[in-house]
């Protein structure tokens, strides 16, 4: 694989083209009901079940579509809420499902459908809940062990897509069709113990991917690769064992570091190895313990560059922003949490009342590699999480971070706005959502025709949801002033789902 910067343009921005291939479409006019009692939560409702499966020509759009956007909105996240009759309890549980809007010159399409990965045809062949999910054990008595859940992220790969799980091996999936290809080890490279992270980062100016997973079992390392851009095998950079098996979701990276922010947040092995509950109950916060900041250089055979691990104060964390070198130091964004109450509610997220949470708050951090300490830590604002910058300004120094909004305390799944935050000057402007409306995840699309000009120049596009309709729609705004620009409605109903990305054509 060689990707040069161009090329990782159009990983962002995209570089695939979507044929139309008809699926057995199914029709509901309403959410199904497969609760026993319909939740009046809107996060709920946003992120239920879904048996739509199909490709469709969507007609009905508010505004203009700018003719440089030319491309797909691609997003993953589970599509299903019950499994054969068992409910299923955690906010991450479900079966990975694709949404795409594809807009052309000429037509916008929607297509729609789950990831047949092996876990989920073997199940729908013998009509069984035959796997564990993340938060729901199956009710089996002699049940398979954990599911293999592609649905959480997704990276173009090749002439494929990958579908990221973080609990296992990406599922490689047709660009065009969507179909699974089945489940992919890089060539042999990716060891059959050793997970691979929802969140790989490419690094635009040496054309290399760089990912991480934990080797499953007794072991626990933390392992971290490079992609071999000639023939698309992971190389080994750092095999680094670990106390425990930590929660590690995200990195981010500099054009010569890679950095962790691992908090004190680990899965129990022996519990897991005895599997009599969900893996998300193994998983414990040690409050007394040190968050990690974690530096290591790219290559780490160059004597110039230094390990270095750092400490914060306990605290949670999910995600991390753009991370820069300037003067000697190295300076990042991260999304904290004080202590797991987030945790726990995203595992009780399936009953009707939530518990109060302390959120995600955005960070900056300063680290002087001189003198090997943290100089700097600064909170910018509170109640954020599911971050994004202008791609084309990755590993260098970023004035703006835009970041989906968590001020609902009732329903803080319901994410209630988007904002886009000037890091330098500490301005915050502000995209409310409507009553009964919902945003997912926000894209960042540069502009075609002033891709230079400023790092705001562009647009910010959202897949959203609409409680009155019961319709999802996809949204786009000028990532200036986030003025309205256009608005494309599905005509039916798609879970939100989690991260994605928008394809240039």
Not at 8 to 37: E, H, R, V
Not at 139 to 157: D, L
Not at 200 to 222: H, V
Not at 257 to 280: E, H, N, R
């Amino acid at each position: 694989m060689n990707i040069k910067r161009r090329e990782f343009i159009n990983y962002t921005l995209g570089s695939l083209a979507l044929t139309s291939i008809p699926y057995k479409i199914f029709s509901f006019d309403k959410l199904p009901n497969f609760s026993q009692k319909k939740l009046k939560r809107l996060s709920f409702n946003a992120y239920n079940t879904t048996d739509i499966e199909g490709t469709w020509r969507l007609t009905e759009i508010e505004g203009k579509i700018p003719e440089e956007i030319q491309g797909r909105f691609i997003k993953i996240g589970p599509g299903t809420k019950e499994n054969f009759g068992t409910k299923l309890n955690h906010f991450f549980d479900g079966d990975a499902y694709l949404s795409c809007f594809d807009i052309s010159s000429d037509k916008i399409t929607l297509t729609a459908r789950f990831l047949n990965s092996p876990h989920r045809s073997e199940e729908l062949i013998n009509q069984k809940m035959l796997y564990n999910e993340f938060g729901t054990q199956s009710p089996e008595k002699k049940n398979k062990g954990r599911k293999n859940q592609p649905n959480i992220n997704f990276i173009p790969f090749h002439d494929s897509l990958l579908a990221l799980s973080e609990g296992g091996h990406p599922l490689e999936i047709d660009s065009k069709t969507f179909e699974a290809k089945g489940i992919y080890n890089f060539n042999n490279s990716l060891p059959k113990n050793v997970s691979f992270t929802a969140h790989p980062k490419f690094d635009s100016l040496k054309g290399e991917w760089y990912s991480f997973g934990i080797t499953q079992g007794l072991s626990k390392a933390l392992n971290i690769f490079k992609t071999n851009t000639q023939s698309g095998k992971l190389d080994e950079l750092y095999s680094i064992n670990q106390k425990n098996v930590y929660m590690i979701h995200d990195m981010t990276m500099t054009e010569n570091y890679l950095i962790f922010v691992i908090p004190p947040a680990y899965f129990k092995i022996t519990d897991i190895i005895l599997g009599k509950k969900p893996m998300s109950e193994t998983l414990e916060f040690d409050s007394k313990a040190k968050t990690t900041v974690l530096i290591l250089p790219k290559n780490p055979n160059d004597s110039r560059f230094e390990k270095l691990e750092l400490s914060l104060p306990p605290c949670l964390v999910f995600h991390l922003g753009n991370a820069f070198e300037e003067n000697g130091k190295i300076k990042f964004q991260t999304f904290l949490s004080e202590d797991d109450s987030l945790l726990k509610l995203i595992n009780e997220w399936h009953l009707d009342n939530v518990r109060p949470a302390k959120l995600p708050s955005l960070f900056n951090l300063t680290i002087d590699l001189k003198n090997k300490k943290i100089e700097a830590i600064s909170k910018i604002i509170a109640n954020y999480d599911f971050p994004i910058f202008n791609p084309l300004i990755n590993m260098k120094k970023n004035q703006y971070i835009y970041a989906a909004q968590m001020e609902n305390k009732n329903d803080p799944m319901a994410f209630s706005g988007l904002s886009k935050i000037d890091l330098v000057n500490g301005n915050i402007l502000t995209l409310p959502m409507k009553k009964n409306e919902v945003c997912g995840e926000p894209f960042f699309i540069p502009s075609v025709t002033l891709p230079n000009q400023c790092e705001d120049c562009g647009y910010i596009a959202y897949q959203g949801y609409n409680q009155d309709r019961n319709e999802s729609f996809l949204e786009i705004r000028d990532a200036l002033d986030f003025n309205f620009v256009a608005k494309i409605w599905a005509g039916r109903y798609l879970p939100l789902g989690f991260h994605g990305h928008y394809l240039s054509h």
